[in-house]
């Protein structure tokens, strides 16, 4: 049994033993989660807080390899047990986000960042591609997988300014496993009146128009990769870049291997 090193909940008792900038986001995340005035769209995160079913880590510089490491520890070990916390959880990752990168990053900087973590991540899984899921980002039915689970991947970053809903104070990621997301469709009709609140909610909540990536997956309009980082405006990537970096980075690892 794997013994649980990296991921927190939140607690007064865990609060206590943060950092000051880990315990600061965590405050920052808690008044997005719990605002009355200014409800946050996602009903589905919101509950998942509300219950404590959300579990947390803490990681460096983005920018930083140990970084991704650290990452792929706190998802092997959420992988493991997330079934046990609770049919709303999700993994929220904090990156420590130097004052220097919140003033000079524009948000297709984060975009590049947050593909090539994805892309390390992978380079380093230990588990095969699960063989329901194809490999193409751009069939419909594709999402990322890591240890063998189907994850949603949602990034928010500083530099997002229209889209407050895809805004946080440093990096952050929010992970979710696709069974969380087929139990919430179980009950197809109350899935869709919540979903048609949080389109409302997203209108109010953000100074532009929804991003014309969002979807339902499975459609056959719909690429989930899209959806994983929204731009600030309504512009997206023409092509998936997982592939390309993932080649890169093994090409990368097998030239050191040879040196």
């Given at each position: 049994?794997?013994?649980?090193?990296?991921?927190?909940?939140?607690?007064?008792?865990?609060?206590?033993?943060?950092?000051?900038?880990?315990?600061?986001?965590?405050?920052?995340?808690e008044s997005k989660?719990?605002?009355?005035?200014?409800?946050?769209?996602?009903?589905?995160?919101?509950?998942?807080?509300?219950?404590?079913?959300?579990?947390?880590?803490?990681?460096?510089?983005?920018?930083?390899?140990?970084?991704?490491?650290?990452?792929?520890?706190?998802?092997?070990?959420?992988?493991?047990?997330?079934?046990?916390?609770?049919?709303?959880?999700?993994?929220?990752?904090?990156?420590?986000?130097?004052?220097?990168?919140?003033?000079?990053?524009?948000?297709?900087?984060?975009?590049?960042?947050?593909?090539?973590?994805l892309s390390e991540?992978?380079?380093?899984?230990?588990e095969a591609w699960?063989?329901?899921?194809?490999?193409?980002?751009?069939?419909?039915?594709?999402?990322?997988?890591?240890?063998?689970?189907?994850?949603?991947?949602?990034?928010?970053?500083?530099?997002?300014?229209?889209?407050?809903?895809?805004?946080?104070?440093?990096?952050?990621?929010?992970?979710?496993?696709?069974?969380?997301?087929?139990?919430?469709?179980?009950?197809?009709?109350?899935?869709?009146?919540?979903?048609?609140?949080?389109?409302?909610?997203?209108?109010?909540?953000?100074?532009?128009?929804?991003?014309?990536?969002?979807?339902?997956?499975?459609?056959?309009?719909?690429?989930?990769?899209?959806?994983?980082?929204?731009?600030?405006?309504?512009?997206?990537?023409?092509?998936?870049?997982?592939?390309?970096?993932?080649?890169?980075?093994?090409?990368?690892?097998?030239?050191?291997?040879?040196?």
């Amino acid at each position: 049994m794997v013994t649980i090193k990296h991921l927190y909940t939140d607690s007064p008792s865990q609060r206590n033993t943060l950092e000051k900038w880990e315990r600061t986001a965590l405050e920052l995340f808690e008044s997005k989660m719990t605002n009355k005035e200014k409800p946050f769209p996602c009903i589905p995160a919101t509950i998942g807080y509300s219950l404590n079913q959300l579990r947390y880590v803490f990681i460096g510089d983005p920018r930083e390899g140990a970084s991704t490491h650290k990452l792929s520890e706190a998802l092997n070990e959420f992988t493991q047990f997330s079934r046990d916390y609770g049919k709303y959880t999700s993994l929220i990752v904090f990156y420590e986000t130097p004052q220097a990168i919140k003033e000079e990053f524009s948000v297709e900087q984060y975009e590049q960042l947050f593909w090539k973590h994805l892309s390390e991540l992978s380079a380093i899984d230990g588990e095969a591609w699960p063989e329901k899921i194809p490999t193409d980002p751009h069939n419909p039915i594709w999402e990322y997988c890591y240890c063998g689970e189907p994850y949603f991947m949602y990034c928010a970053t500083p530099a997002h300014k229209n889209r407050q809903s895809r805004h946080f104070e440093h990096m952050m990621l929010a992970i979710t496993p696709r069974w969380v997301l087929q139990e919430f469709n179980r009950n197809p009709s109350l899935a869709a009146r919540i979903k048609k609140k949080v389109r409302e909610r997203l209108a109010k909540y953000d100074s532009i128009s929804i991003h014309p990536d969002l979807n339902t997956y499975g459609e056959e309009d719909n690429y989930e990769w899209r959806q994983y980082f929204l731009r600030d405006d309504d512009t997206s990537l023409s092509k998936c870049p997982y592939h390309r970096m993932l080649k890169f980075l093994k090409i990368e690892d097998r030239t050191k291997a040879q040196e």
